[in-house]
């Protein structure tokens, strides 16, 4: 009972942080058009926030009232704070094609079905299309492919709204252009980034390798791995003739919790991979790394993202590991191309 409750309470408080962004979103777009408004002003159509279900409009319009009654300094100060957090989340012109649809179909199964609907129906179709499978969304499935025979109708809702719900929806998101300092495995797709990822893996258990000096030693932490990556991983040795002893340490000392909490072939070596790209990551800013997040599925980033935070709480040679990693990132782009 009390984790029903809790969840319901959760859910509540997500539907109302959802409309209350919409509603601040509105609410500036529509200060702009509007000159000399002072900062404690909130210009709110709600006749046509209709358009987003009687429901929303209802919560909408009982939050603009709460707001009507503040005393101006708190109206100036709710204004400011809305407007920082929406710089902060930055307002992104448009989604970029390489975001991972479990991520789009992530921020849309919270959402309420009107706006929902605003915006699957202006996803790109290709996007909107694999956002569908991944939601097992019938509806929206059906929509696509009338879209793609140019018979479907438009969803009629005004200009505003139609920019304020847009809005919210892509601050979840990076594009490309929004960052601050671009890396070759930035411009990576989803599937490149995996790989990349994967390598990563294979070059960090070929330094962890470099330090285990009697063949017969080297020989049985290889056969730990399946055969593709054991001889991937042989190759890559080559690369590392000279590696330098504390560098190896520093493999070493990344891998061996993750070596410890699994024998399986693949695991190590994508979280090998996974490790050393958190640590590269936790130097770069949020939206930096939102960018990189963002393609890769839900329960990849979330994991990903952990790491970078705990890269982040423990310092170290990140700055190092970023470097080698940008380095390495150039080369496997060109090697890609």
Same mark, same amino acid.
Request: net charge positive.
């Given at each position: 009972?009390?984790?029903?409750?809790?969840?319901?309470?959760?859910?509540?408080?997500?539907?109302?942080?959802?409309?209350?962004?919409?509603l601040?979103?509105?609410? !500036?777009? +529509?200060?702009?058009?509007? =000159?000399? &408004? /002072?900062?404690?002003?909130? *210009?709110?159509? $709600?006749?046509?926030?209709s358009? !987003?279900? +009687?429901?929303?409009?209802? =919560?909408? &319009? /009982?939050?603009?009232?709460? *707001?009507?009654? $503040?005393?101006?300094?708190?109206?100036?100060?709710?204004?400011?704070?809305?407007?920082e957090?929406l710089?902060?989340?930055?307002?992104?012109?448009?989604?970029?094609?390489?975001?991972?649809?479990?991520?789009?179909?992530?921020?849309?199964?919270?959402?309420?079905?009107?706006?929902?609907?605003?915006?699957?129906?202006?996803?790109?179709?290709?996007?909107?299309?694999?956002v569908?499978?991944?939601?097992?969304?019938n509806?929206?499935?059906?929509?696509?492919?009338?879209?793609?025979?140019?018979?479907?109708?438009?969803?009629?809702?005004?200009?505003?709204?139609?920019?304020?719900?847009?809005l919210?929806f892509?601050?979840?998101?990076?594009?490309?252009?929004?960052?601050?300092?671009?890396?070759?495995?930035?411009?990576?797709?989803?599937?490149?980034?995996?790989?990349?990822?994967?390598?990563?893996?294979?070059?960090?258990?070929a330094?962890?390798?470099?330090g285990?000096?009697?063949?017969?030693?080297?020989?049985?932490?290889?056969?730990?791995?399946?055969?593709?990556?054991?001889?991937a991983?042989?190759?890559?040795?080559?690369?590392?003739s000279?590696?330098?002893?504390?560098?190896?340490?520093?493999?070493?000392n990344?891998?061996?919790?993750?070596?410890?909490?699994?024998?399986?072939?693949d695991?190590?070596?994508?979280?090998?991979?996974?490790?050393?790209?958190?640590?590269?990551?936790?130097?770069?800013?949020?939206?930096?790394?939102?960018?990189?997040?963002?393609?890769?599925?839900?329960?990849?980033?979330?994991?990903?993202?952990?790491?970078?935070?705990?890269?982040?709480?423990e310092?170290?040679?990140?700055?190092?590991?970023?470097?080698?990693?940008?380095?390495?990132?150039?080369?496997?782009?060109?090697?890609?191309?």
């Amino acid at each position: 009972m009390r984790n029903s409750e809790s969840a319901n309470s959760q859910e509540e408080r997500q539907s109302a942080e959802r409309i209350e962004t919409i509603l601040a979103v509105h609410a !500036l777009l +529509a200060r702009n058009g509007e =000159k000399g &408004a /002072a900062d404690d002003e909130m *210009f709110v159509d $709600l006749a046509m926030m209709s358009g !987003l279900g +009687a429901d929303i409009a209802s =919560k909408a &319009a /009982a939050k603009a009232r709460a *707001f009507q009654g $503040l005393d101006s300094r708190q109206r100036a100060m709710w204004m400011a704070a809305w407007r920082e957090r929406l710089r902060n989340r930055g307002l992104t012109k448009r989604l970029d094609p390489s975001v991972h649809p479990e991520q789009i179909a992530q921020i849309l199964k919270d959402e309420p079905r009107a706006i929902r609907r605003i915006i699957e129906s202006n996803l790109p179709d290709e996007i909107a299309e694999k956002v569908a499978i991944v939601l097992q969304s019938n509806s929206l499935y059906s929509f696509v492919k009338k879209a793609q025979k140019g018979s479907h109708d438009a969803i009629n809702v005004d200009e505003r709204l139609l920019s304020a719900v847009r809005l919210k929806f892509l601050s979840n998101f990076t594009a490309f252009e929004d960052l601050h300092a671009p890396t070759s495995y930035d411009r990576f797709k989803t599937r490149d980034l995996g790989n990349f990822i994967w390598q990563l893996g294979i070059r960090e258990i070929a330094i962890v390798s470099r330090g285990i000096k009697k063949k017969e030693q080297l020989a049985g932490f290889l056969n730990q791995f399946n055969e593709s990556a054991a001889k991937a991983i042989a190759r890559a040795m080559a690369d590392f003739s000279d590696i330098g002893l504390e560098r190896v340490k520093q493999s070493e000392n990344r891998l061996k919790e993750l070596f410890r909490s699994t024998t399986d072939s693949d695991e190590r070596v994508r979280g090998s991979g996974m490790a050393i790209f958190a640590e590269a990551m936790s130097v770069r800013p949020g939206r930096d790394c939102r960018f990189s997040l963002q393609k890769l599925p839900v329960e990849v980033a979330n994991d990903l993202e952990n790491l970078i935070s705990r890269c982040r709480a423990e310092g170290g040679a990140a700055q190092g590991v970023a470097r080698e990693v940008r380095l390495f990132s150039d080369y496997f782009a060109g090697v890609e191309k």
